[in-house]
């Protein structure tokens, strides 16, 4: 079993829908979370960086961690064809020189 | 653009040859990343390097190895390649050792070998 597992997608969306992006994770120990936006054929984004439990809102983006279910979300609101793009969370354990874990990433597709 | 370049942006060798990719990470930043990313396994860590020394590995195969330079920017040797080795390979920095979770990743060599 993976660390983290993220569904591939793809998933296709109409402009200004609300789009949700999952992660589940199996290490306990992860406290910090991110999410990474990556469009085809460049580096992936730091787009959203989390600590612990909670909400984190940046525009029309929202990042939600559930610990107790080993849950993270991406919400996207009023999603824009320009938000077609792959999206990975990644992982990580604070004070540990240790690497990043990201996940697979998904694929969304917004259409106008 | 988040500053950190790679080069070449493309490369295209033969099994068994031996390839350099090189990375400047972003002004001021001292931790440097690498990581491969193909279809099927994702994005996996390589290694990671800060202020010129190794700091942890990943999953890097005893074929590849890597360095920091003086000047901070960093090459990842990729040798005996075989196949299976095609794949994008970034290269990410941060600012302090501490800074892992706030990685600025380059736009990537894509490697294919043949």
């Known amino acids: 079993q993976k660390e983290v597992e993220q569904d591939p997608g793809p998933l296709s969306v109409p402009e200004g829908a609300i789009v949700s992006l999952n992660c589940t994770y199996s290490?306990?120990?992860?406290?910090?979370f991110m999410w990474y936006r990556q469009y085809s054929r460049k580096g992936p984004e730091l787009l959203m960086y989390t600590y612990s439990s909670g909400n984190k809102e940046d525009g029309r983006f929202t990042a939600q961690v559930d610990k107790s279910s080993k849950y993270i979300s991406l919400f996207i609101r009023d999603s824009q064809p320009s938000d077609s793009a792959t999206y990975l969370c990644a992982m990580s354990v604070p004070y540990n020189t240790d690497k990043l874990i990201f996940g697979t990433g998904t694929r969304l597709q917004v259409f106008p | 653009d988040s500053g950190v370049t790679q080069t070449p942006k493309h490369l295209i060798t033969a099994t068994g040859q031996r390839v350099t990719l090189r990375c400047s990470p972003r002004s001021g930043d001292l931790s440097v990343y690498w990581y491969q990313q193909s279809l099927d396994q994702g994005l996996q860590f390589l290694i990671q390097y800060y202020n010129g020394e190794e700091r942890a590995k990943g999953n890097i195969l005893e074929r590849f190895s890597a360095q920091q330079f003086p000047d901070l920017h960093s090459e990842l040797n990729l040798s005996s390649l075989e196949l299976g080795d095609s794949a994008l390979y970034f290269c990410?920095?941060?600012?302090?050792?501490?800074?892992?979770?706030?990685?600025?990743f380059g736009p990537g060599t894509r490697l294919l070998v043949l």
């Open positions: 990410a920095s941060s600012l302090r050792l501490a800074d892992k979770e706030t990685q600025y």
């Open positions: 290490n306990s120990a992860f406290q910090y």
